[in-house]
């Protein structure tokens, strides 16, 4: 049986003269049109989301649909279109800030990774001895026979196989086994991360305490949730009020990273949230380069957060003091 369509074709007029009859303030037509021509009515309406008045029963209690507050059509008073492209550009750059980032801390895990095995073994990444046991053991998934270790070399195999890397391409026409340094030039930010979440602790730590992090198991959880960052930044992704499946860890004890967090006031609630990322990168990117103003670059962003009903800056996380550079830079 075939779905009805869930809603009628609209032209962008059409989508435009909707939007202010549902109570957007929208004070040229024109532009705001052009605007959905060039970035797409359900793209900005992420955006706007927030503004949507929320949905009472008849106790005044708000109705909850899929563990969400249920949103009415209508948008609350001071919605502005202006100020949500706003917020649209607002979290494009911030986007591309990330992407700046983690791009520098992806180079760098690389270096060090192939740097400190390759001392041991030029072919590690194809020496099962540099793994966790626990990673090599057998388990079942929808009754089919899985392997960690097995997934992951296949994984990297076909990323290797795909590489048009001059390099790479290289030792393919020679014949020659390629040395992990130029192997890892292939992996994708997620096959490296997993690569590390795979590797015994003893080389965990050797890697980790190169980028300043005194537990590894936690260095594991912020690529993790980084790889999902980049990912989303990559693909054009709304960022700066999503909120992650799993808090980030913080480092507690003496260590050096230890008291670097301990100067943010983390809610658990908060450690879902993009600030969270924020700390933990610029903890990163000050290890790799001392004399980066990454930060000051965010702060900046944080300062132009355009001005919308329900939509705050602490729905990233930000602490209600605010995003202070004094707690960045000791």
């Known amino acids: ?97 990330f992407l700046d980032a983690i791009e520098r801390i992806e180079i760098n895990l690389k270096t060090v990774l192939a740097h400190e095995l390759g001392r041991i073994d030029e072919l590690a990444y194809q020496n099962s001895d540099f793994i966790n046991p626990n990673q090599l053991k057998d388990y079942f998934r929808n009754n089919q026979r899985k392997n960690a270790w097995d997934e992951w070399s296949r994984r990297q195999g076909s990323e290797l196989s795909r590489s048009k890397e001059d390099s790479i391409m290289w030792h393919k026409n020679s014949g020659r086994e390629m040395p992990i340094w130029v192997v890892v030039e292939a992996w994708s930010f997620g096959t490296l991360s997993k690569y590390f979440e795979l590797l015994k602790r003893t080389h965990q730590n050797k890697i980790a305490n190169r980028l300043g992090v005194s ?12 790889n999902i960052l980049r990912n989303r930044c990559a693909h054009h992704t709304r960022i700066w009020n999503q909120t992650a499946n799993n808090p980030i860890g913080i480092p507690t004890g003496n260590a050096e990273d230890a008291q670097y967090f301990s100067r943010f006031p983390f809610a658990q609630d908060n450690k879902k949230k993009i600030f969270s990322l924020i700390v933990i990168i610029w903890y990163l990117v000050q290890k790799i380069g001392p004399n980066s103003d990454w930060i000051q670059h965010i702060i900046q962003e944080m300062d132009s957060f355009p001005n919308l009903p329900i939509c705050y800056k602490s729905s990233m996380g930000i602490p209600a003091e605010g995003c202070n550079i004094d707690h960045f830079i000791a």
């Open 215 to 226: 537990n590894p198991a936690l260095l594991v959880r912020w690529l993790q949730e980084m």
């Open 1 to 97: 049986m075939a779905l009805t369509v869930a809603k009628p074709f609209k032209e962008y007029r059409e989508l435009v003269n909707s939007l202010d009859s549902r109570g957007m303030f929208i004070i040229d037509h024109e532009r705001a049109s052009r605007k959905l021509s060039q970035v797409g009515y359900y793209r900005l309406s992420g955006f706007w989301y927030s503004c949507r008045e929320i949905e009472r029963d008849q106790n005044g209690d708000v109705v909850i649909f899929h563990r969400k507050p249920k949103r009415l059509e209508k948008f609350l008073p001071q919605t502005d279109f202006d100020e949500v492209f706003k917020l649209y550009l607002f979290d494009k750059r911030l986007r591309l800030l």
